[in-house]
């Protein structure tokens, strides 16, 4: 998922790119300019999750998929990028003092970190990760892990239109390019139910937390975020300087406002030149934001 990512925006962008969420897909078409849609879902169709099957309703999947990807006439298949929501894999950021060189010993060194700590078969799953050196030998190691199944079903209404998901990327993830290069920083993003949480130092990602919400509260928001402002400053040495929100429609200047004063920082939300990016659509106007400078 991510380390196909520098090498395939070094080569002609796909056709198009589609960003699922619960309550729909966005998409959009490539070209001399992007042109954007969204397809609302019927409640139910996709229920994310990191252990079960997260195409609930197939056929109504397929159908939207088939209604936004076009082009039936054609027998040549076209490239897309396929962005999945955060909650349906675990992303994770591995520490090494020692980080092998060999591709399989990598993995393996991977996997095994992650063998009780995620809760799905690793041995069975897709994984893709992206080293980021730190200092004195250090590595901080980016990690996307989910269940092939999960990913193969998200995949193939898309094959089956003609398409062929060369990358394949989670929302938070892509996301990060509208995320500029702050200092200290913390994003947060919320897409339905859950919460997705990043804190990145300049460009080096340091955590990444997804947590199903039991309700969509200011109050369980402030809960997840109070104990990641004090790790940050317990194990980086400092307090974050910027928190960055996405997914708050609606409510964006009060949640700034209560969020700046219980945790001290200065607030903004995330923006994009292609629109305000929001819950079903971020990582889709990231990407695009990817593309366009490269």
Known sequence: MLDRLKSLLTEPPPAMAFEISEAGIAAARIGARAELEFLPLKPGTISVSPVKEN??????????????AGGQGS??????ALIIPD???RISVLDFDQFPSDAKDQTALIRFRLKRSVPFDVEAAALSYFP?????GRTDVVVVMAPLEIVSRYEAPFRAAGLDPGLVTTSSLAMLELAGEAGLSVIAKLSGHVLTVLVREKTVL?????????AVSMEDIVAVLVPTFVYIEDNLGRPAEKLLLCGFEGSDADAAAVLGAELHVEVETLHSPLGAPGETNAGLLGY???ISKN
Do not use: H, I
């Open 55 to 68: 195409v609930a309703d197939s056929d109504g999947f397929a159908a939207a998929v088939r209604t936004l």
């Open 132 to 136: 980021q050196p730190v200092n004195a």
């Open 75 to 80: 027998r040549k298949r076209r490239d897309a």
């Open 87 to 89: 909650f349906s894999a």
């Open 288 to 290: 695009l934001r990817s």
């Open 206 to 214: 340091k955590l990444v937390r997804c947590l199903e919400l039991p």
